[in-house]
Every structure is written in structure tokens, then in C-alpha cells.
């Protein structure tokens, strides 16, 4: 499973850090991603970074947020810097993973961590 924590409530300019943990049998983790959400709007993908660190951001946040993982933790972070009000929203992660015994493939969400920017 994938656990999320970071959100919260943060003025305009200010900065928050997310991370989101993998847990259980994994054998080896692909792409890790953040993906965000208004109500009412489709999920865009907001990040994501591969196994080896490449990394590739959505342009409404290039300049602002970094991802970055810890392969050793099974986590991927996401600073959010300079934040508007137009990132308020739900950030899920997302995992493509490999697991169990047999090494199957997964993709796997994370339970959504809420992030609030007032102006």
C-alpha cells in the first residue's frame, strides 16, 4: 500500500513538503508519481520521477515543485514551493511496482493527502 502524508493549510508563497511511503512485499518500485485533483476536475499528473531520477513536471509547476525518492525508504517526496492558490487541491501518489513472491507488476494509489493555499 501506499501511505501519504504532507498536506495542510499554507498562505500563498509558502511551502509544503509531501511524501508517500510503500509498504508490504515490493520487490522493486518503477515510476513514482504525484497526481492532484479539484473536485468537479479530471486528475492531472503534477510529477513523476523514475527508478534512476529522471524527472518530468507538469508546466503549471515547473520552477516550483521538486519530487525526489529515497529508494532505500520506498518513499518519493514532493516540495512545493511558492504555492498559489491555484494549487489547492487533492495530491494522490501513485506507484508502478513490482510485488510478492512472483514479482507481479502493480500500480497502486496512495489515499490522497489535501492541500489547502489561501490568498
Known amino acids: 500500500q501506499l501511505q501519504a502524508s504532507g498536506g495542510g493549510l499554507v498562505q500563498a508563497g509558502g511551502s509544503l513538503r509531501l511524501s508517500c511511503t510503500a509498504s508490504g512485499s515490493i520487490f522493486r518500485i518503477n515510476v513514482m508519481s504525484w497526481s492532484r485533483q479539484v473536485p468537479g476536475k479530471q486528475r492531472e499528473l503534477v510529477a513523476f520521477?523514475?527508478?534512476?531520477?529522471?524527472?518530468n513536471y507538469a508546466d503549471s509547476v515547473k520552477g516550483r515543485f521538486t519530487i525526489s525518492r529515497d529508494n532505500a525508504k520506498n518513499t518519493v517526496y514532493l516540495q512545493m514551493n511558492g504555492l498559489k492558490p491555484e494549487d489547492t487541491a487533492i495530491y494522490y501518489c501513485?506507484?508502478?511496482?513490482?510485488?510478492?513472491?512472483?514479482?507481479?507488476?502493480?500500480?497502486?494509489w496512495g489515499q490522497g493527502t489535501l492541500v489547502t493555499v489561501s490568498s
Open positions: 520521477i523514475t527508478s534512476g531520477g529522471t524527472t
Open positions: 501513485n506507484a508502478d511496482l513490482y510485488i510478492g513472491g512472483r514479482h507481479s507488476p502493480a500500480n497502486l
